[in-house]
């Protein structure tokens, strides 16, 4: 008699909750280029960023550890100290860094150099994290960053600052290392309760940071305008409580170059959004970029499914040589009949008694 199936892992995130994240990533994070840039026109740049996280982190915080595993996944110092270590990755270095550096280069060559971070994902994944690409998700990283240079390369053109330069790379490095840490760091077992603790940690480095830079001499209450304000909060709720919890959110639970996928998107949202609303030019050259982009996704999307633990089982069975013809057909069949190839090559294995 056959061993009954396994049941169904709790908690296990269909894929349409998946994607409805990742939408979320792609739309929110593409109009924060605006809002942050209409934020430190009156306000200070490091400061009123972390004033953004502090906020939307104790509010986040507040909301979640009541809620749950309250005495099983009671955040200690082990999760605390994990939390400021990625905290500190994301937000300081990777958003802090971003900010930071655009005093001194134009945002469109800020933009091009964070569209390393699927890069610099597949590669530290690959490295230090047993991570795996097939070649159409390979092709894909590397056609989306060819997209988005065509797509920010006439702003990009022309003297920049090479410290300014080093100081994105260096910040598209830092966000990279935080992402895939976070999938294996001691973090709480509640996803959100854990975004809290990061957001929270990121705004003390922030604000640390700025203190240092000498922000608070900068400080002129009676010179904060309303549209900087308001970009604040919508920072604050769009940009933190919905598209930074969606992000780390999906680096639990997603394809690491799937989630990765949104620094190639969020300039053509960004692009398309001047064009809907501020007027600004869209020419050929910005429609074949995107276009580029569009079908980089579509190669990533294509070469595995949205969870991250169909991808782990994939590769387990494609290691455990069930034989080469059932290798050649995962890789050519759509997410649905992986999923169902998987279950019956389960099926094959698993002995009889």
């Given amino acids: 008699m056959s061993r009954p199936a396994a049941p169904t892992p709790p908690h296990r995130p269909g894929t349409a909750t998946i994607w409805a994240a990742l939408w979320a990533v792609y739309i929110i994070w593409g109009t924060t280029y605006l809002a942050i840039r209409v934020v430190n026109e009156t306000l200070p740049p490091l400061l009123s960023a972390s004033f953004r996280f502090l906020v939307a982190g104790a509010l986040m915080y507040a909301w979640t550890i009541r809620r749950g595993d309250r005495e099983g996944d009671r955040p200690g110092k082990r999760q605390w100290t994990a939390a400021a270590i990625v905290g500190t990755l994301l937000i300081l270095g990777g958003n802090g860094g971003v900010v930071w550096a655009e005093k001194t280069i134009p945002s469109g060559v800020a933009a091009l150099l964070v569209a390393l971070v699927p890069l610099w994902m597949a590669l530290l994944d690959r490295l230090f994290f047993g991570g795996h690409l097939r070649g159409r998700a390979i092709v894909g990283l590397v056609a989306g960053f060819g997209g988005a240079a065509l797509l920010l390369g006439a702003e990009a053109s022309g003297d920049v600052d090479l410290v300014g330069m080093l100081f994105v790379v260096g910040a598209s490095l830092s966000w990279a290392t935080g992402s895939l840490w976070s999938r294996t760091a001691p973090l709480p077992a509640r996803p959100f309760v854990g975004v809290g603790m990061e957001m929270l940690a990121g705004g003390v480095a922030l604000a640390i940071a700025g203190i240092l830079a000498g922000e608070l001499g900068q400080i002129d209450v009676s010179s904060f305008s309303r549209a900087s304000i308001l970009g604040l909060l919508y920072l604050i709720v769009f940009g933190s409580w919905i598209g930074f919890s969606a992000y780390l959110w999906l680096l639990r639970v997603a394809r690491t ?54 991808d782990l089982e994939l590769e387990r069975l494609e290691e455990g040589g069930a034989g080469v013809e059932g290798d050649l057909a995962l890789e050519r069949v759509g997410d649905a009949e992986q999923e169902g190839l998987a279950e019956d090559r389960r099926g094959q294995l698993d002995p009889d008694g």
């Fill in 257 to 310: 170059s799937l989630v990765s996928t949104y620094a190639y998107v969020n300039p053509v949202v960004a692009v398309f959004l001047g064009w809907a609303f501020l007027d600004e030019q869209v020419g050929v050259r910005t429609l074949v970029a995107g276009g580029i982009v569009v079908a980089s996704v579509a190669l990533i999307i294509s070469a595995g499914g949205a969870r991250r633990e169909d």
